[in-house]
């Protein structure tokens, strides 16, 4: 970290690799097929049918635990869940729930640090995935209800290993002082950022309730169905 500071780190278990995994494995033929005659990807065309949808309307909540739970409950255990799957859903739905369970598990995330005392007030989204899909970035910030601004770098830890390799290489060798100037002159902010729609985000505290309600009760013992059908398929592998 920066000498002098402090720094909390957190995270999920996937965000990107969740919706890639419904790209490669959920999604039917027909949907690939729509996409590459409108000459775009797989991701870009359900993200533009995604946006036409409203906050509630896909009548979907998903737990977004496909690789476990990293943060705030700390369990590889734990596996994914859709709830109001009906015969009408939709790949766009889905995939919007999926956007939309990242989401809720980051809130939960800043919820934990400012219970903690953390005050949490700037979001600053980086890598390449922020500048992809505008949808996503609008969920979250309709969810966290927070601002939410994006990195200029769609290679955020390749420009944090330059910045610190520009700091050992020292002035007399054309870098920098400290990380802190280093940073200042190499990382920017782009101009554009999103900022919560008041009447989803009111839709998603409605969601985030039941969210809520699904973390506490798969996520600390109420039910032990993901961890039993993982113990049964483990003896199936035998």
Not at 148 to 160: E, R, V
Request: hydrophobic letters at 40%.
């Amino acid at each position: 970290m920066i000498p002098g500071l402090y720094g909390y780190e957190a995270g999920q278990s996937a965000v990107g690799d969740l919706f890639g995994w419904f790209v490669e494995q959920g999604v039917p033929g027909y949907v690939k097929d729509e996409a590459a005659n409108e000459g775009t990807s797989v991701h870009a065309y359900l993200e533009k049918l995604a946006r036409e949808l409203k906050p509630g309307q896909t009548g979907l909540l998903a737990l977004d635990w496909w690789n476990g739970n990293r943060t705030v409950l700390v369990d590889a255990d734990l596996s994914g869940l859709v709830v109001g799957m009906t015969l009408q859903t939709k790949p766009e739905d889905i995939y919007r729930c999926l956007l939309e369970a990242t989401a809720f598990g980051t809130r939960k995330i800043i919820e934990t640090f400012e219970q903690a005392g953390v005050k949490v007030s700037e979001l600053i989204a980086c890598g390449g995935l922020p500048q992809r899909n505008r949808l996503l970035v609008q969920i979250f910030a309709d969810v966290t209800r927070r601002e939410i601004k994006i990195a200029d770098s769609t290679q955020t830890s390749a420009l944090g290993a330059a910045i610190f390799g520009a700091v050992a290489a020292g002035i007399e060798r054309g870098g920098y002082a400290s990380i802190v100037e280093a940073a200042s002159r190499m990382s920017r902010v782009r101009q554009e950022s999103y900022r919560p729609i008041n009447e989803h985000s009111q839709v998603y505290d409605e969601l985030y309730l039941e969210y809520n309600r699904l973390h506490e009760l798969f996520g600390r013992g109420g039910s032990d169905v993901m961890k039993a059908l993982k113990r049964i398929q483990l003896r199936q592998d035998v």
